[in-house]
């Protein structure tokens, strides 16, 4: 085993976040070289395989751990708004987030937002046409920092220490709110009502949530503990405008990208560090 | 002592009778509430707290203003303050619950409530908030039941309540910062994020609650016997004056760093307030003549109370609508513009409007009355033992 399929399997931590007790595998990244190793497959068959191997993992680990992160590559996304439009449905669909068509009750994990919103502290002034005509993809930067988890009275919103994903304990949210107040990225919405009658197209794999709590993108954690990637990523892969991987392995294609490429970070000035950069 | 409570003419009975009607029906709106959601309130994924948070901020704020009454006569031996001390801790105590109810009528999933005890958070503001809170309320209930039970006993309090009473003035301090803490520690909004929010809500609290008990005085004055005596009264109205008078600098102090600094986010929010904030063609400015109304009670109230000092005069009503003006000025810049100036523009740079809706009233006016029946209570109780050792 390389190293840098280690380096994914420890992602795999985020196995206990989702609940689900059989050990997680493989194929979590975008890289060919992954992909073709021959253990793309479904998890069911990569379990018995793999299973033993993953605890041992844990020694073996460079000290700082997974921190897992997204490149947005906006560049591949200029004039495909329908791209985008498949990433949003792809989230949608297998989260089961609700349809409700109010502005101001409404559910969002990822969506499109013009330059300025998203980008408040960037100058717009004689902004270019391209960044204009287009919106800009945006979700939760599960940052590094997190201030929605510093002001949560419950720690009902926390970081995975696995794999850094910022991720949410429905069931022990009491809807306070605060956290909605404490992110600077409006990335988090809330149940102002029972959200199941707006499903569209329920996905028995992931849970439903009752009315009062908080909820937001969370990385795909569930997707990610067995084995696949990001909805999101997965919807656009052919354009390769959105790459996920390990932040601290300097082996990772995310890596590679954000060392090569210029990219911006949302908001930046606020120290949350997001984890989520954009090439515009 | 509880049963002073039962004891009371027409009046006294009409007056509970009005306030279990609004009782009732903010209890019937928060069943529909409750069953539904908070989908019935005004507030929306861009604008997610409202009239709920903003009345429990400015209570905080009315509860710590018994302050004004306690540390002058226990630290400073000021005994002109002796028959309203109690009235003070009254209005802590009342306060506080209503605070509470406040907060459980604007969480998403109330029978939670006690996640924030079992999973204590310290690095989260309002669990400190709720501490403090629990805290405060405890004090006063315990300082206010055994000083009023000695007064009556007609002896002097035990030492040890004396520690307690202590304990309560820099509690009180820390309740109103606490909530202050709320508000100023969250990057990227600008309105709050500043160091002299926790002074501000001080000085608007050191005024708001004594302008309060002051009204209380009056009106009981008239319909219940009891006299706090004028030198109490006008020392009172000095400290309204003082503290609403550096309330109204700081709220200078904050348009002078928005402006003279001219960074469009710490200018959004005062110009949403006080002149209307134009958007993409469109002007909002829902909160601008509450915002006006404000400033010209404040220094309306002001001008009435210098003008009194000034000629050394002054009748009860005189007194009394002075003391409302106020009141009503920092409800009106802490209850409502504060919470909601801060939340105007999103994080995403939109911009939403906040109209609370009728259920949402309801509750609200539901949780006031219940503020007052309890204040009223209260006060009966105190009065009924003032007039047994008088008599
Ligand atoms: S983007 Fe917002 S919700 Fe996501 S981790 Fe950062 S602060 Fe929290
Ligand atoms: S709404 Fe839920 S997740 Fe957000 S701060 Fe409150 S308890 Fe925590």
Redesign the pocket.
Known sequence: MDKQRRKFLKMAGATALAGISAPAVVKLTSSPALASSGHGAPAEHGAAEEGHMAPAHGTEEAPKGVRLGMVIDMRKLYGKPELMEKAIAACNKVHNIPQIDSKKSEIKWIWEMPFENVFPEHSSYHASKTREENDFLVL????DN????RVCPTKATFVNKENGI?AMDFHRCIGCRF?MM????G??SFNWENPRPYIKEYNPDFPTRMRGVVE?CNFCGERLALGKEPACLEAVKESGAIVFGDLNDPESEIRKVLEKENTIQRKPSLG?K?SVFYIV | MIEKVFKGNSRYWMWLAVLCAFIGVGAICYIRQFLFGLGLTGMGRDLSWGLYISQFTFLVGVAAGGLMLVLPYYIHNYKVFGRLTILGEFLAIASIIMCLMFIMADIGQPLRGLNMILHPTPNSMLFWDMVVLLGYLGLNVICGWVILTAERKQVKPPKWVYIFVYVSIPFAVSIHTVTAMLYCGLPGRHFWLSAITAPRFLASAFAAGPALIVVACLIMKRVANFDAGKEAISKLTTIIMYAALINAFFVLLEFFVGYYSNIPGHKHSLEYLFFGLEHNGHVYNNLVPFMWSSVLLCFGGLGLFAYMKIRKTGTDLMIGIGCVMIFVALWLDKGLGFVMGGLVVSPLEEITEYYPTANEIGITLGIWATGFLLVTLLYKIAIGVEHEVEA
């Open positions: 939760c930067n599960h940052c997190p201030p929605c988890v910022v956290c404490g992110c600077p990225y990335a988090r937001k949350t997001p």
